[in-house]
């Protein structure tokens, strides 16, 4: 298993994500009107809209897409959120089916 990208919730989705690729020279990889993922060199960083989604961060996994529990994001990505002992949000996808 591997880190795929963390998610913060951002207080204006278009300003934020021209900041990172700006002031880092990241690229955009996708956007909607929810979030924005940015490619850095070793990470994605995810800029997430409140309500929508939460502060995550996201592992791949290519066994969620058996787990009767897993949802399909809109882009097709399998997925499960779920909680640590400590109550951190951890999501789990499907890389296979992922954007990046």
């Known amino acids: 298993m591997r880190l795929d990208h963390t998610a913060v919730i951002t207080k204006n989705l278009v300003r934020d994500l021209e900041w990172y690729t700006k002031k880092f020279s990241c ?47 809109r882009d097709g990505i399998f997925f499960k959120y779920e909680n640590d002992p400590s109550g951190n949000v951890i999501e789990r996808i499907d890389r296979a089916s992922a954007l990046k």
Do not use: M
Request: include cysteine; charged fraction near 30%; aromatic fraction near 8%.
């Open 27 to 73: 690229s955009l990889i996708y956007q909607d009107e929810t979030w924005g993922l940015l490619d850095f060199d070793n990470i994605c960083l995810a800029l997430v809209t409140k309500g929508e989604h939460p502060n995550h961060f996201v592992i791949i996994d290519p066994t969620i897409k058996k787990d009767k529990r897993a949802k399909r994001h």
